[in-house]
Structure formats: C-alpha cells, structure tokens
C-alpha cells in the first residue's frame, strides 16, 4: 500500500505557534492517553521544495528533527491567542534544534506523525505565524525611509521566508528596463537597501523568491512596497516621494484651521462616496468629475473664488445646520478601477430613453462595470496610498497634493474628514496577480487562514490577519500615517468585528499619542467607528475577543448600531424587503404583506420593535432602564435584539452610531418604496423618510447619514450598488429628480427580488418626489439637525447624563402604537449634568401613525413651544400643525411627523 499517499502537503494542519512549540490536532497515542505507546512527531524541510507524500510519509526532505509530545493539550498563553486550536496536541522542538530550524522558514516544512512501530499515519503542511512573530518580530523601519544612523535613505521589506530579495529601480514610471541592485536580510528578516538620494520621484519594485503554501512551491514574482506612499497608474510600481516636500502641499497645509470638536458626541457624520459627489454634478468642469480637485474651489472655478459647485453649495448647508463630519467611502489605493481614464470604458448610450421599470439600463451598466471609472473600492491593494482615479494625474505624486487640497477644502468649509479603511481583507492574494502585494512578499502570513490551512473569506475576500503581529504593526503605521501627513479627522473601519479589542486599542492609544506640536495633529481628538458584526470565523471569539458590538462597551469606540435600523425600518437585511417597522407603519399603516403575520401579531412585533427604537434614542446603553412593551422595567442588556442577543450592549453614546441607511443595502428612500403600502402616496412615503431622519438626528450618540438620502436619494431599488456606475449612484444635488425609476437595479445583486421591484418602478410616475417635496423634505432634515445643535441635550456626552436626564412617556402594553413620546430635561446646575442655559427641556414625540397624534403634557411639563427651527419652516403646512395648547396642556403632531417642543427658560 506504499502507493497510498499518508496525508497531504496541500494542506496545513500543523500549527508553528511559537518558537519551539508546534500544535497539532492529531492524537498522540492510539487511544489518545500520554500513558499508551506514543506516537512520533517529526518536522521535516525542504528549501527547494522538494518533498512529496508517499505511503511512507515525507519524501525528499533535505532535513528533519524530531518533536516532542509535550502535552494533550496546547499552553495558556498559546490557548490566549489561538483559542481555535483548543484540544491540539502540544508538541515541542528540542532546544539543540532550535538555531537549525528557525532558518526553516525559508522553505518548505512539514511534520509527520508516525504509530510507535513506525508505520507512517499522516503528513500535514505547517503554518508558520506564530513562529514568525515569535522570532521575526520588528519595530525597525520598513518603507522607504531615511536613517539617521547612517545618514543615508533606505528601502526596507519585512521578509523573514524569502530565500532572495532584489530591488528593481526604474529611472521611467512606466516602461524602461530596471537596474537590478541585491538587498541584505538582517536577523530579524528585514531586507534592505542604501538607496542615493537622487533616486526621489522614480520607482521601484521588490523582486522576491519566496516558498508559496498555495501553490506548494517556490515562486519568484515581482511585487510593489506594502509600505508605499505612493505609486504609479493602478499600482503598477512604488514610488519614491517626499512627503514633506512643499511641493505637495497646499498653500497654508499645516497653518489652515481644522474645525474644533469638544465632544465625541457632538459629531454628526455624512457618508459621501468621492465619485458620487462630481461625477455627474453638471456645474463642476468636466475634467474635475469624480475627483479629489472637485472639492476644491480654486479648481472649480479660478476666477470666481467665493462660487460653489451644487455639491458643495449643498454641504456647506448641511455644516451651516450642524453638520461636522464628511465619511469618504474609500478613498486608499484599490484594485477595482482603471485608474487612467483612457484604460476607462463609458456608456456609449442615452439611457434616459428606457422605460423606469426597463432591463436595459443594467444591461448596458453591467456589460463595462469592472472597467469603467466607478466601484465603492472595498478592495484595498496598497493601504497607504491614495486612490489613482480620483487624481487628475495617477502616474506621478500630484495624487498627494490633491488629497490633501481636497481636505483643506472640507476644513474650510468647516467640515472635518473620516476616512473609510478596509484592513479586514485585501483585493487580492497569491503569487499571480498584480493587485496582490502582502502575500507575494510573505505568502500565508498576513492572510487568516482555517485550520487546515486554507485562507479564510467570510469578510467576501482574502481574509487578513490582524491577530498577527506584523498585520497590527501595519494597521498602526497606516493610520497614524494618514493623520499625520493628511490630517484627517476620523475613521470608519470596514467589517471592524474581524479585528479585535486589542487591535482597536492599539490604534486608539496610538492616535491618541499624536500630539499638535510635533505631529501636527492632536489624535485624542479623533474620532473611530466601524461595522462590529460578529460573523465568520472570529464570531462569538473564537480567535480572540474580537471587536464586535458586545465587547465594545467601555472602549469608546462607535459601532453601528443596528437595532434602530430594524427597529425603525422593519426587518433586517435577511428577511424580505417589504417587512415593516416603527417608521414605515408596522400594524398602523400595513402594507399587506401576509408573511407579517395577524393584526394581532403586528401589533405585538411593533410594540417590541419600538423598544428597539427607544433604546437607540437613548444611546444603546445597557443599563439605560424603560418600561419595555410587557409592562416590565428592563435595562436594555436585558431585552432582546431578533430573539437571541442582548438588546443594548454600549456602555458610553459615543459608541453608539445611529443609522437608518448607509452605502450598503437599499437607500432610506427605497426602503421605504419597498416597505410602506402601494396606498401612500408620493407626499406621504417622502414624510416617512424624514421621521426616519429625525429618529437618527435626535437620539443620543452619533447620528450617521449616507449622502443624498436628506434629498430623498433613489438607487433606483439597488440593494448593493458598489458597481452599479454613475447611473444608478448618481445625487442630483439641486434636488430637481431622486434618480427613483431609472431602470431595473442591476441584475448581479438584484434578479431574484425583481418580480417584487418591477411594479414599483413601473410606477416610478406615481411614487417619485416632485422638486417641491424633495426641497420641502431637505429643509425639514436641516431643521432637525439645527434642534440637534441647538441644545447640547441631545448630545449628552456621558451615560450617566443620559439615564438621569432622558426618560420615556407612553410604553408599556397600554402605549398608543406607533408614537415615542421622548423627554430630555436640563440639568439643574451647570456642573450636574448636562445643563441647557437656554431650554429647562426639550419633548420630542415621534409620530408614525398614518393620523394626526394628540396627548397631554407629561408630568412636570408646561409652557410649550415648537422648536424655533421647526417653527421656521413656514411652507410646510404639516411642520406648522404640529403645536402645543398650553391652555388645555394638549399636544399635536402631524402624520408619520416628528416635533420636538422646548420649554424656554
């Protein structure tokens, strides 16, 4: 049977987890018992990756040791960081072996395991991380840099299981042949070279040879700098810059005013794709569409300094309401666009001519999606550099002056800037592809992979690492990095739940260790949020206590809270589109949807949900108490979220980041298309729209908008539109169309729910906003947010504020479906609490009724008025009938409205 291979190398079972221990989920006798005849261990290496699995195990190794059954189990402090390997048998290297095997790393390694009368059993491959970390290790400098030690600039890469390193310079930033200069490795796997100093504004490339676990063999590929500042069209090659040149700094870059921030809670965040913002902004010049110069005035517009394009006429109004932060959707070096616009391809026909409910529009869409100048670019190659198609010139460093010029102009408008960072997974891995840089350099080290080896996906792509400690070295680097030399002001993390607590406190003690005088920024005043789903395989910490929603609180740190999202929408991103919530008339107004159940059973899901709601008005607090719909008074960790998880899990409201909508899914305007029934018209879906923004704007914590909804946004239905292109993105920021009913949303994300979207587009006549409702419904977002900047109630900056100064009228099972009645009271002295000089408290009922509310005063309350901000809104007829009777101490809201009332002091 010697034909029979034992095991395979394909795989890699076998753990090397520190520098003498390996683990292996292999029994170490035949009824797994230390006191039973043991098996063998041995560790075998090859550096020309030679070997290959026979009926007699491992063959063509130039070496092996063998390995000691050190335990049944695997060590604390391995248990600590790869809780996954739990049960793993424990093995260790003898200490005579160590300095052989360390150098075993550059090549191909296996371990075998064999019963004690020497009959082969099995062969695994070894995965190397831990060992790495152990021993490889650095906090020296990688990158281009320059030494101060030897007063001369160095290129350096961090590559311990490379056999060879060479640097390819390139005098041309395209074409031309590379001189070709050999670099050394020092002991802790550091490759460098002393570059001239007039090499500045040329490029280069590593050329590595380097054992592959993927394709079990050695490679030699050519790769760019994971370190890279910047680099030339798509990535191609790494530039060498100067950062600090005057040249690629604005006028007046560290002298301009960043806007101030006193509190985490006083911020308020506008999500805003780059692209989004110009391309098809008909005021911006053609050649600035979809770039970093159309945030910019001098380039808008050289001659008429003080004339703003439409987009940046609409945020400046939005910062004059309040608003203070503008997320970009990634703005790094990513993968999926052509990044010089003559490799880009356009639509080549007017697609206005198609009916609203018409395939071909996302035929035409679908047909140059991957090579057109649009995606949302979650698909990160080199995180430190910026994006190429936004830069009027991809193939130099002008990229870098532009993003900076684009953030000085958002400062001057008064508007800080969060960057949107994916380091949960990276576009591309393995030895072939252009786009993948972390791998080719030190294939399987920076990548998560599954127990036998193979690399995880769950985020979509190329799961990273941040458990290891060169990924988090990396993640650190980046984002000081960015604050420092782009002096941004926040950051969004993408799928933020695959890194852990660790990893977040890292970075937060890092920034917060940036300080104005010697790094030109102050971090402890920026401000860091994410997406803390708990799925995949760090779910329920598997790997470690991972950055999820409930092992966030006390870190002040945002998350996104999805509980008002469902709550106040209905459903969640997993059950059908048409399921209702708080907001879009959930058992008071249905919409006929059989699977929603009885009137009964309604009415019960929506007394639920609005706790839901409630607890997300009042910061996400776990032991924020309210009478919840049983009558019974709960903490919100108390209650429960879809049935299983706790309802509230925050600790501080600054971790609390409020949505409705965002990039991902459908847009708020086209939920509510999709969830309110076909009986409510164009005027009435748009009022639902707003409640839905006041929901956000008026709860304690971080109030998140994604751009265009306060316009009544439309993606035409599109629940996923990455790249969908500028059709179905496109914001129209005069408000004169919602983009509703431009055809059928692309069918790679949207086929099987087109039977349901079809009609409704096919009444995009009936159902779209005119001009007057979308302009009606914009002036009502921006009073919301004038309440919300008006009184520092509704950002009260800690929980004990919030569970001493913010309670709720009508719960428990006698509540009025369908209405939050919401009081915020002033605290008595300014050093108490949260104190308001101008407003004893503010009353905010939420009405979602498709009727007219009435009720009395609450306890305590009198001398009403309508919020001067609403009160202003003097064209629309519905804001102006909400009042208070201070005679008969009654109140009246509007239909599906939300009034805020105050009681002046």
Not at 13 to 28: G, N, Q, S
Not at 38 to 49: E, I, N
Request: charged share 20%; hydrophobic share 35%.
């Amino acid at each position: 049977m010697n034909h029979i291979a034992a095991g395979t190398l394909f795989k890699s079972y076998a753990h090397w987890v520190k520098a003498t221990t390996l683990v292996w989920r292999v029994p170490v006798s035949e009824d797994g018992e230390l006191t039973s005849p043991q098996r063998k261990f041995k560790l075998h290496y090859s550096g020309g990756s030679h070997m290959h699995v026979t009926g007699k195990g491992v063959e063509g190794a130039e070496d092996w040791v063998p390995l000691r059954i050190a335990g049944l189990n695997i060590p604390a402090d391995v248990m600590a960081k790869y809780p996954h390997l739990y049960g793993s048998t424990h093995l260790e290297i003898e200490p005579q072996y160590l300095d052989k095997v360390r150098e075993w790393c550059r090549g191909q390694v296996a371990v075998s395991v064999e019963s004690h009368t020497g009959r082969v059993l099995d062969c695994t491959g070894v995965q190397l991380a831990g060992m790495l970390d152990d021993l490889y290790y650095t906090d020296e400098p990688l990158g281009d840099h320059y030494c101060k030690q030897t007063q001369s600039h160095v290129i350096s890469v961090w590559a311990p299981t490379a056999q060879k390193v060479e640097l390819l310079h390139f005098w041309e930033l395209r074409g031309g042949q590379a001189d070709v200069h050999t670099m050394k490795k020092n002991e802790k796997g550091v490759w460098s070279f002393r570059r001239p100093g007039d090499w500045k504004d040329t490029a280069y490339k590593y050329r590595v040879t380097v054992f592959c676990p993927w394709t079990n063999q050695i490679e030699t590929v050519e790769v760019t700098d994971p370190y890279s500042r910047c680099t030339t069209g798509n990535g191609e090659r790494s530039l060498l810059v100067d950062l600090n040149s005057p040249a690629l700094m604005p006028p007046g870059w560290w002298e301009h005013r960043v806007p101030g921030l006193t509190h985490w809670t006083d911020v308020s965040v506008y999500e805003l794709h780059i692209r989004d913002f110009s391309a098809t902004d008909p005021s911006v010049p053609h050649h600035l569409h979809g770039k970093y110069r159309a945030f910019c005035r001098q380039h808008l517009y050289p001659n008429e300094p003080r004339r703003l394009s439409h987009g940046l006429a609409h945020l400046k109004s939005l910062q004059e309401a309040g608003l203070n932060h503008i997320h970009l959707l990634p703005s790094y070096d990513f993968g999926s666009v052509p990044e010089r616009p003559e490799e880009q391809a356009y639509v080549q026909e007017d697609l206005s001519q198609y009916p609203p409910d018409s395939e071909r529009q996302q035929q035409v869409i679908l047909s140059i999606a991957d090579r057109d100048a649009f995606n949302w670019g979650y698909d990160p190659v080199h995180y430190g550099v910026p994006e190429g198609s936004y830069s009027t010139a991809p193939d130099g460093p002008m990229r870098i002056l532009e993003y900076r010029e684009m953030v000085q102009a958002l400062h001057s408008l008064g508007l800080r800037v969060v960057l949107d960072v994916v380091y949960n997974h990276t576009f591309a891995s393995g030895p072939y592809s252009q786009n993948s840089v972390l791998d080719k350099i030190v294939p399987g080290y920076y990548h998560r992979r599954q127990e036998d080896g193979e690399m995880c996906h769950s985020t979509c792509c190329n799961n990273t690492a941040s458990e290891h400690r060169m990924f988090e070295r990396l993640m650190i680097e980046d984002i000081t990095h960015w604050a420092r030399h782009y002096r941004v002001d926040g950051f969004r993390f993408d799928i933020m739940g695959h890194h852990f607590i660790s990893n977040m406190t890292a970075i937060r003690n890092a920034l917060n260790s940036l300080a104005l005088e010697r790094d030109g920024v102050d971090g402890r005043h920026i401000y860091i949020y994410g997406e803390a789903w708990d799925f995949g395989e760090v779910a329920l910490n598997q790997r470690g206590r991972n950055a999820s929603q409930h092992n966030l609180g006390g870190s002040r740190i945002g998350a996104f809270n999805d509980r008002m999202r469902d709550g106040a929408m209905g459903g969640s991103p997993y059950q059908p589109p048409d399921c209702q919530g708080f907001a879009t008339g959930l058992a008071t107004d249905p919409n006929g949807a059989h699977h929603q159940g009885s009137a009964q059973e309604q009415l019960a899901t929506l007394l639920h949900r609005t706790d839901w709601v409630r607890f997300a008005l009042a910061g996400n607090l776990k032991d924020f108490e309210a009478v919840v719909a049983d009558g019974r008074l709960l903490a919100g960790q108390h209650d429960t979220y879809h049935g299983n998880q706790p309802l509230a899990y925050g600790c501080d409201p600054a971790e609390n980041v409020v949505f409705n909508g965002c990039h991902d899914n459908e847009a708020i305007f086209d939920q509510v298309m999709m969830k309110v029934g076909s009986h409510v018209d164009a005027d009435g879906r748009a009022r639902v729209c707003g409640l839905s923004h006041a929901l956000v704007l008026l709860s304690q914590g971080v109030p998140f908008t994604h751009a265009g909804d306060d316009l009544l946004r439309s993606k035409s239905l599109d629940r996923d539109s990455y790249n969908s292109g500028d059709w179905f993105n496109r914001i129209d920021w005069t408000g004169q169309h919602n983009n509703f009913g431009v055809g059928l949303p692309p069918a790679s994300k949207n086929q099987h729910a087109w039977p349901f979207k079809q009609p409704l587009l096919a009444a995009a006549d009936r159902y779209r906003p005119t001009p007057e409702i979308i302009a009606r419904q914009a002036a009502y977002f921006k009073a919301l947010l004038r309440v919300r900047y008006s009184s520092p109630l509704f950002r009260m900056p800690t929980a004990e504020h919030i569970k001493q100064q913010l309670r709720f009228h009508n719960t428990g099972p006698q509540q009025v479906p369908g209405v939050i009645v919401m009081q915020l009271h002033s605290s008595w002295q300014p050093d108490h609490g949260t104190w308001d000089h101008k407003y004893r408290q503010a009353l905010v009922v939420f009405n979602a009724r498709p009727e007219p509310f009435e009720c009395g005063f609450p306890e305590g309350g009198e001398w009403y008025k309508l919020h001067p901000a609403l009160a202003a809104l003097q064209d629309d007829a519905m804001v102006q009938l909400c009042t208070a009777d201070n005679e008969g101490k009654r109140l009246h809201v509007s239909a599906r409205m939300a009034a805020v009332f105050v009681q002046e002091r």
